[in-house]
């Protein structure tokens, strides 16, 4: 038993940090910008406290590459429905970052597929941007971006920049047709065989979206024969304490707190609760 | 370190001054207000409340390093947070090897990875005097879980050689020493009575059985590698109420829901850990009312699992059902039991 | 910003609900000072027409209830339905087990019931009238979750509202179970959030709070053998508060 | 002076359940004047039937939220009884200290809550928090500790869960009733200073006088709350076995509540009605108090009820502590409670805090109710409300129309009416 004294300070302290920066991408989606150095990895998360209210799990959504961080945030509940009503210079509790990120040293010079279905794109984009900051070290990168509707697009003036990139290429569709949109329609599935140029089975794929989404794409991945060794998911749980104890995350004997929400595919051949 | 022998009065007496010190002393007593003979753990105003004779008690002693519900942080609304640690110095007596080894396997989880200051706190200031059992309980099964005797974790070992006239004291910590010390009137415990206290200890070992698991415990990992689709999880969930009794008298049992109170100002509050349950409908339940595990059967099996799998990956192999039978005779549909489980698998799976 | 104004308003109940709220003792005075309280016929005489909550207290047993219940919530920002009476209908839907109450009124009024005060109707809990916003079950509610629930809708946060059974509560509370003693307790199937008062004072939960979301009916149908105890013995039980509501025998 | 006056005051404030006042005066003649009630009926005595024995107690409980405890303890006397099941003297002690804290904690929140703004002509008790902070903390107190008090007894404050037929399911431990006791040996100054209070503003209660026929429960020896016989002041006394033919219920157009009669046209029952059949026995506290308001015996003015509720919150704080004495000195056991019940029928009394109130049932060889009646206190004041009524509007109609109508609301409050425990005694047979 470790003798600590018990001044030590708890896991469960959130540290304050003011908000810089707020902007509405959509009726549900809040972009936050926190001058906040948390020296995080692409994929982590965070916990976000607003005392009296509650803690949510949050992914970061912006490269280490960048000083700061990103968050976007729906409103989907107690704490993220404080959140929206928050302004530049309020300030949140952080605790973090938590989670094992994204294998970066073994997606480095391979091509990099993502799909990303709805807010899947917000943690998905921290890995993409540290990408763009270090390009030449990866090879082609294909973005694939479902969204249910026109009006729930988030992240396009971004999509649109990444396209311009060399060797990058980014498709999108939505669910439903729209008058303003001349693009793909049907779900992000379709998407993939217009990916252009990239070896699916030698790439590395990567995963994030809603839970029901992961089923669809894996079917897809499975009859392209991708190994499941290349394929990389972005889980969500339920998550009260962020540090592996409270037990709501667990998937079989997994805490995604501590072990995800990154997974390989083939590392949950026997965590049949995963998918 | 020494090993004592006490004999009734003197035990007595020793009991009494740790009561007089300024440490609080709980131990286990008999439940005042319930009809039938049931023991808890509670603060002790004198030795004679003292029941060392106890079977089990109704919940296990963990409620003193994770209690029911504790305050984490002392906050500001939409402001500030402050740590709450509570640093009260506590002496814990009567602690039965099994919950003993589950106190071992919480300190572990609490300690590993992330360290919990709030548990370790507390459990660091707790001096625990654990006991032999002398009754069986209608539903132990610490012979099949190997949880019948414990060797580390306590500070004092006490050992009823014979309906309380008569005690083996052992102390294996500096803590348990000091303590030890106080009871002036406690002789050198001789070889015939650590031999007495051995054959209590062996015949415990074989005799707190009142269900048999039909393999090792240490087989269980490999069992449950294979019984994940196997039906009984259906049968025995389609009466299970969801009603997490099965957790919540559970002595290995530690998830925790958090939740933010405030105050009447609306300017202050706390934010409190409680206890949850993994069989509660809503444990595993996100945004959107996405729930994870939303059939019976799978929090059901989610619970045999972490028993017999989860956890001992985490805690170096040891099962996490240490067979103090609680969640036996909790449930009321009485389908909780481990050992019915495992033993229904092992009737169609060879681990 | 302004305080939030809150009218109290009873329908047919026994009123222990609006006592606890005189029970919360020096912490009504926070109460007060946290919110105004425009209307409260059982402890003032002022009465307002405008609010911003409204807290319900009884079921909706007349035709004339119903017209009132409606009034109140097209002038409310937020409607609370406060103990088993308006959450559920409660106690008083012990009466709906009662086929006809046109033929019994007749039988039992002959000539007199048709006299408009003595109208009646099978009886409603508030949300199958309008509808209720928050939920405070019980029978009476606990004052100290009453009051947890005002200051969380006060802060602007949804109130946690326990869905799991009553039994989590009585283990914390380190009770002996009443199904020890062959009693029928319905704490398995019956929300917390009481702290399990009952059990704690070693009666058998009778289910004030309604059931849980999910109740495992066929579970404690499938306990009564084992116990030595009939399925009629658990509807008896079953139908003091939960009559004509949630899953019935 | 107004010739013309027309009060319609529909819901009571600051009473329990609604009543309505109707009063029309024209050309100085009285053409109208009624107390109505119009609450919704709920049918107990229906709902009742078919019920377990031991379920009695959960649902007429229900009854009255402020009363719960009075209705729990006679309806499981009148249960025993039908059931000819005996209890300790234990458990006899034990209730009567739990109905003591009934009677604190009602008096209390009546005339602190209810009645004390009328004296302060304030529309609440709410302003009176600025205006009197002291008075205002020290009714909480004495509301609190009286709370608290039933907590420790009953295992809620509002409606009882540890009392069943035979005895109780818990009974508090003998740390609880020392604390107890301390905690009521201290109230003793908080009630004196309640008492003080309302003594400064007693010239408020109107000088209002109806000869009245008063019924309570009589004891030889004691202030009758929990035992005794039915006694009228007019000097007819009746075993409670009978009460029937003391309320003598019927119904009435203005009211979904029955009206009773006994020896005269109506009776009051409540505090008031207590004191007069009881005076000799309330406590020495009692009977100060009683005297610095020149409470009598004999006393005929309704709003003197608030009065003799004040001495009896005194009376019982003093008995409690007494009674506590007792059950300390002899030792508190844990009596496991068995019971052989035998079909029958019983009935039972006991004074509620507004008045004398009664139930009775039976049960058949399965132990299910078949019948059930019950009369509370409120039922038994409505026929003496509106009579006082009548007497009261021509000697008041001077005070022009807010006048009148201050002086019938604050009649109608002063007998602490239950109005929604009275409208759920409708004598209805249902056919199933
Ligand atoms: C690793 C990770 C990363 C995430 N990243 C993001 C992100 O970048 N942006 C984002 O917007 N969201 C993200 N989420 C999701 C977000 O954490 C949830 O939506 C979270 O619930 C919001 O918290 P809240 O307090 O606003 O909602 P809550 O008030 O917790 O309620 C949300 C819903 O959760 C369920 N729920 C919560 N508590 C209970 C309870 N006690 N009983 C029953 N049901 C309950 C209900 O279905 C409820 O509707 C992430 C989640 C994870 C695990
Ligand atoms: S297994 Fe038994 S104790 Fe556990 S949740 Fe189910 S019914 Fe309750
Ligand atoms: S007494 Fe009732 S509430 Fe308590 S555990 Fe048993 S069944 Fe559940
Ligand atoms: S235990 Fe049951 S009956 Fe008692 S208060 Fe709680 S929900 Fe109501």
Redesign the pocket.
């Known amino acids: 038993m470790c003798d600590c004294n018990s001044t030590e300070k708890s896991i469960y302290l959130p540290e304050l940090a003011p908000i810089t920066k707020v902007a509405m991408m959509n009726e549900t989606?809040m972009y936050m910008h926190l001058d906040h150095d948390i020296g995080h990895k692409p994929g982590q998360?965070v916990e976000v406290s607003i005392a009296g209210?509650?803690?949510?799990?949050?992914?970061?959504?912006s490269s280490p590459t960048e000083a700061g961080f990103d968050?976007?945030?729906?409103?989907?509940?107690?704490?993220?429905?404080?959140?929206h009503q928050m302004q530049a210079g309020d300030k949140l509790g952080i605790r973090g970052p938590?989670?094992s990120g994204y294998p970066i040293d073994e997606m480095k010079g391979k091509d990099l597929v993502f799909v990303c279905g709805g807010?899947g794109l917000?943690?998905q984009r921290s890995m993409i941007n540290y990408i763009m900051d270090n390009r030449a070290d990866f090879g082609k990168i294909a973005i694939l971006q479902g969204t249910k509707e026109f009006a729930q697009r988030i992240y396009h003036d971004e999509l649109e920049r990444w396209a311009g990139v060399d060797g990058v290429q980014v498709l999108e569709t939505i669910d439903v047709a729209h008058d303003s949109w001349n693009g793909n329609v049907g779900v992000v599935t379709t998407l993939i065989d217009k990916i252009d140029g990239i070896d699916l089975t030698k790439a590395v794929n990567l995963i994030c979206g809603p839970p029901i989404m992961y089923k669809f794409v894996l079917m897809v991945l499975q009859e392209k024969e991708v190994s499941h060794e290349n394929i990389f998911v972005?889980?969500?749980?339920?998550?009260k304490c962020g540090v592996g104890k409270c037990g709501h995350?667990q998937m079989n004997g997994q805490y995604?707190?501590q072990s995800?929400?990154v997974y390989r595919y083939s590392d949950l051949a026997n965590i049949p609760e995963a998918i | 370190m020494s090993i004592k022998k006490l004999n009734k009065d003197v035990f007595k007496s020793f009991v009494d001054s740790m009561i007089a010190s300024d440490q609080s002393v709980v131990g286990v007593k008999e439940k005042v207000q319930a009809k039938g003979n049931k023991f808890a753990f509670g603060p002790l105003e004198n030795a004679d409340q003292l029941r060392l004779d106890y079977d089990v008690t109704l919940i296990p002693p963990k409620k003193y390093m994770l209690p029911q519900t504790e305050t984490l942080l002392t906050y500001e609304v939409k402001g500030e947070s402050k740590q709450h640690v509570d640093e009260q110095k506590l002496i814990l007596v009567g602690v039965h090897p099994y919950d003993m080894i589950a106190i071992n396997q919480m300190d572990e989880l609490f300690s590993q990875d992330e360290y919990d200051t709030h548990y370790m706190t507390r459990r660091n200031n707790i001096t625990v005097i654990a006991c032999d059992v002398v009754n069986a309980s209608e539903n132990i099964f610490a012979s099949s879980m190997e949880t019948a005797v414990v060797e580390k974790g306590f500070d004092i070992l006490l050992t009823d050689l014979g309906k309380g006239k008569e005690y083996v004291a052992e102390a294996i910590t500096e803590k348990g020493e000091a303590l030890l010390a106080t009871a002036v009137d406690a002789t050198d415990a001789d070889d015939k009575d650590i031999a007495k206290r051995s054959a209590i200890q062996e015949a415990n070992k074989k005799d707190l059985d009142k269900h048999t698991l039909n393999c090792k415990p240490s087989e269980l990992s490999s069992l449950l590698e294979q019984a994940y689709e196997h039906p009984v999880w259906e049968e025995k969930a389609k009466t299970c109420f969801s009603c997490g009794s099965c957790n919540t008298t559970c002595p290995t049992c530690y998830c925790f829901?958090v939740q933010d109170l405030v105050n009447w100002n609306l300017k202050d509050g706390q934010r409190e850990r409680s206890w949850d349950g993994c069989l509660l409908k809503?444990f595993a339940?996100?945004?959107?009312?996405?729930n994870f595990r939303k059939q019976k059967e799978s929090r059901f099996r989610h619970r045999l699992y972490r028993k017999g799998k989860y956890v001992p990956t985490k805690i170096g192999g040891q099962v996490a059902c240490v067979g103090c039978g609680r969640c036996v005779g909790a449930c009321v549909p009485d389908i909780a039991n481990p050992v019915a489980v495992y033993n229904r698998l092992l009737e169609d799976i060879k681990p | 910003m302004s305080k939030p104004r809150v009218a109290i308003f009873d329908f047919a109940c026994c009123e222990g609900c609006q006592l606890q709220i005189v029970n919360l003792e020096e912490e009504i005075l926070d109460l007060i000072g946290a919110v105004d309280v425009v209307e409260w016929r059982e402890a003032m005489s002022e009465q307002s027409e405008e609010y911003d909550i409204a807290i319900i207290e009884g079921s909706i047993t007349r035709p004339e209830d119903e017209e009132r219940i409606k009034d109140i919530r097209s002038k409310a920002k937020v409607l609370i339905a406060i103990g088993a009476c308006a959450t559920t209908g409660g106690l008083n839907k012990l009466k709906n087990n009662f086929d006809d109450l046109e033929e019994v009124k007749k039988c039992v009024y002959s000539d007199a019931s048709t006299m408009p005060h003595l109208e009646t109707a099978m009886t409603k809990a508030v949300d199958e009238v309008v509808t209720v916003d928050y939920k405070v079950h019980g029978c009476p509610i606990e004052k100290a979750e009453f009051g947890s629930i005002i200051r969380s809708l006060l802060l602007g946060k949804?109130p946690?509202i326990p869905?799991y059974p009553v039994c989590v509560e009585c283990k914390k509370n380190e009770n002996v179970c009443r199904w020890e003693y062959g009693e029928i307790c319905l704490g398995p199937i019956i929300r917390a959030g009481c702290g399990a008062k009952c059990p704690t004072a070693s009666y058998r939960c009778f289910g004030c709070r309604g059931y849980v979301d999910d109740p495992n009916v066929n579970a404690a149908v499938d306990v009564m053998d084992k116990y030595g105890l009939t399925v009629d013995q658990l509807k008896s039980k079953m139908v003091l508060f939960g009559s004509k509501q949630g899953p019935t025998l | 002076m107004s010739e013309n006056i027309n009060i319609k005051v529909k819901h009571l404030t600051r009473v329990e359940g609604h009543g309505n006042i109707v009063v029309n005066i024209k050309d100085g003649t009285v053409e109208k004047c009624q107390w109505q009630v119009p609450e919704a009926p709920r049918f107990f005595e229906a709902m009742v039937r078919g019920r377990d024995y031991d379920d009695i107690q959960t649902i007429v409980s229900r009854i009255c939220g402020i009363c719960s405890i009075s209705h729990s303890l006679v309806a499981t006397k009148a249960v025993e009884d039908a059931l000819s099941i005996k209890v300790s003297e234990q458990t006899d002690d034990l209730r009567l200290l739990m109905h003591f804290s009934e009677q604190l904690q009602s008096h209390v929140l009546h005339v602190g809550y209810l009645v004390a703004p009328d004296l302060f002509s304030a529309p609440s008790v709410v302003p009176l928090v600025a205006a009197a902070p002291d008075a205002v903390l020290a009714i909480i107190k004495a509301h609190r500790v009286a709370n608290e008090w039933s907590e420790i007894l009953a295992g809620r404050i509002t409606h009882p869960i540890t009392i069943i037929p035979g005895g109780f399911s818990q009974i508090p431990t003998e740390a609880q009733l020392r604390q107890l006791q301390d905690n009521l040996k201290n109230l003793v100054d908080t009630l004196l200073a309640i008492v003080d209070v309302v003594l400064s503003v007693a010239g408020n209660l109107p000088a209002f006088e109806r000869d009245t026929e008063y019924v309570s429960l009589a004891q030889k020896n004691n202030y009758a709350f929990y035992h005794g016989d039915i006694q009228s002041t007019d000097g007819k006394t009746m075993p409670v076995k009978n009460w029937e033919k003391v309320a003598n219920e019927y119904v009435v157009e203005q009211s979904t509540a029955k009206w009773t009669k006994w020896n005269r046209q109506s009776y009051a029952t409540g505090a008031l009605a207590r004191f007069n059949n009881n005076a000799e026995q309330i406590s020495p506290l009692g009977k100060a108090v009683a005297e610095k308001f020149g409470l009598v015996k004999g006393c005929c003015n309704p709003y003197m009820n608030s009065v003799a509720q004040l001495a009896e919150a005194a009376h019982v704080t003093e008995k409690a502590i007494e009674l506590i004495d007792k059950l300390l000195t002899k030792g508190l056991k844990t009596e496991k409670v068995k019971i052989n019940p035998k079909p029958g029928r019983g009935h039972a009394a006991v004074e509620a805090p507004r008045g004398i109130l009664f139930h009775s049932y039976e049960f058949d060889k399965d132990l299910k109710c078949t019948w059930g009646n019950m009369c509370i206190p409120t039922n038994q004041n409505h026929a003496n409300m509106q009579l006082d009524f009548e007497k009261l509007v021509p000697e008041f109609m001077h005070l022009g129309e807010d006048g009148l109508r201050q002086t019938m609301e604050m009649l109608i409050r002063s007998y602490d009416p239950c109005i929604s425990c009275s409208t759920h005694f409708l004598n209805v047979e249902f056919v199933r």
């Open positions: 989606e998360f209210i509650g803690e949510a799990p949050i992914s970061i959504s968050m976007v945030i729906r409103k989907a509940g107690r704490v993220t429905d404080i959140m938590f989670g807010i917000v943690p972005n889980l969500e749980r339920r998550m995350c995604v707190c995800g929400p | 829901d809503d339940n996100v945004a959107g009312d996405h | 949804a946690e869905d």
